[in-house]
């Protein structure tokens, strides 16, 4: 599957266990090759991609909040990173990505987009925003971020 | 020194190949397994709308003052569910297969099947209904005297019993069409109950097929 990196990037944000990890990966794969044909070439694929894996995450996310299931959050990281959340295989990218988690649902959006080093001009488009505030946005995140972080990564 | 965060995403997905992608050979398993349970459950849902109605009718018809027909609407009601759940059953000997594109389609073809059996019990079925609602409506509009007024205001009319020709030839007429047309009601009844899901039901396996084509 082309693209399978950025799939799996959104998904771990959005999901909390391997299972909706699975879940929603599928559901992604699914609407790509479902709305292949749909593909017009006013942006290109990856940036196409993009969108449509946070538009699936973002509703999945979003049945699953009206089906009551949420889980809590805070701003503190856990002192023990659980099985599930280690993804990855570098420790320091599961401790980023459970502070990810953290963040809200569009902040989650943005930060990626911003690791991924997209243009702000290309992270409006893809979350059909303005780029004014973006810069501004991603910085606050990035602060957010560090704070969740600090004295968990030396 | 702390590592920024736009190094440990780098650093972290240095080598994005092998980054573990979970199969999609499985990419409609849980699709096919939500469609099964929901033609499952509109089937369940169904029975009970038909038994409740079963237990409902004759206490209507009771207060209508026509318990026999209420009676023998209960009845064939009953034997519809019995039917009905006889069929569920038979649901659980559908042939699996290897992948799920098979079940769907064993299901699929389950689903037709069951319905053109449905299609001749109703074809007596319906007739016998709208018999039975005739009769409740003669027998109320009898209680209320109005073979007597036909009588007084038509005394040259021909009566069978207490029914006059004319109305035993409608009803007649009328249930012969029901009988004709009762395929065509079953069609447009199952549309509306289960239309949508099995709507979904072939674009699944058609969207699988086309799938499996590209794969």
Not at chain 2, 33 to 45: E, N, P, S, T, W
Not at chain 2, 47 to 62: D, E, G, N, T
Not at chain 2, 141 to 169: C, D, R, S
Not at chain 2, 192 to 205: C, N, P, Q, S, W
Request: hydrophobic share 45%; net charge positive.
């Amino acid at each position: 599957m082309p693209f399978a990196a950025i799939i799996i990037k959104i998904c771990r944000a959005y999901t909390h266990s391997q299972e909706d990890f699975e879940d929603y990966y599928q559901e992604v794969c699914l609407q790509i090759w479902r709305s292949k044909d749909n593909f017009r070439e006013q942006c290109n694929w990856s940036t196409w991609v993009y969108r449509i894996s946070l538009n699936v995450c973002l509703t999945l996310l979003k049945k699953k909040k009206n089906n009551g299931k949420t889980y809590f959050t805070s701003d503190v990281l856990p002192d023990v990173l659980t099985i599930e959340n280690r993804a990855f295989e570098d420790e320091h990218l599961n401790q980023l990505y459970v502070a990810i988690r953290l963040l809200s649902e569009v902040d989650r959006a943005l930060i990626l987009l911003y690791l991924e080093e997209k243009s702000y001009q290309e992270m409006a488009d893809i979350l059909d925003t303005n780029a004014n505030n973006i810069a501004v946005r991603v910085s606050r995140i990035k602060e957010r971020l560090k704070k969740i972080l600090h004295g968990k990564i030396n | 020194m702390e590592k920024s965060i736009e190094a440990i995403w780098k650093e972290g997905f240095l080598n994005e190949k092998s980054l573990g992608a979970p199969k999609i050979n499985d990419l409609y398993n849980q699709k096919s397994k939500h469609l099964v349970d929901k033609v499952q459950r509109m089937f369940r849902i169904n029975l009970l709308i038909i038994i409740i109605s079963a237990f409902f009718f004759p206490i209507v018809y009771y207060f209508l003052d026509a318990l026999w027909e209420g009676l023998a609407a209960s009845v064939l009601l009953l034997l519809t569910a019995w039917y009905n759940k006889r069929q569920m059953n038979s649901v659980k000997t559908l042939d699996q297969g290897t992948t799920s594109l098979d079940y769907l389609r064993s299901l699929d073809r389950w689903l037709k099947d069951v319905l053109l059996r449905s299609e001749k019990i109703l074809r007596f079925s319906y007739p016998l209904y709208f018999l039975i609602a005739m009769s409740t409506i003669w027998s109320a509009w009898n209680k209320e005297g109005l073979t007597m007024k036909i009588h007084q205001k038509l005394p040259n009319l021909l009566f069978v019993g207490n029914t006059p020709l004319f109305a035993l030839i409608i009803g007649g007429v009328t249930t012969l069409l029901v009988f004709y047309f009762s395929d065509k009601i079953c069609q447009w009844e199952v549309r509306l109950m289960y239309g949508r899901v099995f709507d979904k039901l072939e674009a699944t396996i058609a969207e699988m097929e086309k799938l499996k084509q590209e794969v």
